[in-house]
């Protein structure tokens, strides 16, 4: 599994499902990459909010959304 290509595949995953739930992301991705450990999958998702290119917005019951920035 390459590190450097989850992030592009976060993207591009958002980019075609418009936004998602935390989980259900962490689920696409997975998928195409094999079992993710969830605490880095968050410090990747961390990362790419920091650079501005996604926005993660807390929702009821501890339930995050997250969704591409335009």
Sequence with gaps: MNDRLIPITIIETLEKSGALEFDSLYRAV????????????????????IRGLIRVYNMARGKRRVELVK
């Design 30 to 49: 997975s998928k195409i990459h094999g079992k993710l450990d969830k605490r880095n999958f968050e410090d990747l998702i961390m990362d790419l909010e």
